[in-house]
């Protein structure tokens, strides 16, 4: 019973991951204007942002690139559009 119940929690937990991810995805697309001038943005293949918004997941080097650039860093962060990332910050940031 314990185990049967410990699975569906995790189940559910990367539902809300992977629903997160598609939303982030979408969201900074149609922000930006969409999959092509993100991929202008990017200086990255056309083919590369239509597989993210396809699989609904942003790559962890295109969550980087999104995070490092200097109109989207503000607006965006690599675990926000990737909750499965986790970054390692020094203590005292």
């Known amino acids: 019973m314990i185990k049967v119940k410990l699975k569906t ?3 559910k937990g990367r539902s809300n991951i992977i629903r997160h991810n598609r939303i ?3 969201s900074l697309i149609d ?3 969409g999959v092509g001038i ?3 943005m990017l200086n ?10 396809d699989r609904g997941r942003i790559s962890k080097k295109g969550a ?9 860093k503000e607006f965006y962060t690599a675990e926000e559009l990737r909750l499965d990332l986790k970054v390692i910050r020094p203590d005292n940031q």
């Not at 990255?44 to 918004?53: L, Q, R």
């Not at 690139?65 to 989207?72: F, K, R, S």
């Open 9 to 11: 929690q995790l189940d």
């Open 24 to 26: 982030a995805i979408d």
């Open 31 to 33: 922000t930006v204007g």
């Open 38 to 40: 993100l991929a202008f």
């Open 44 to 53: 990255i293949g056309y083919t590369t942002v239509k597989s993210w918004s």
């Open 64 to 72: 980087e690139l999104v995070a490092t650039h200097d109109e989207l």
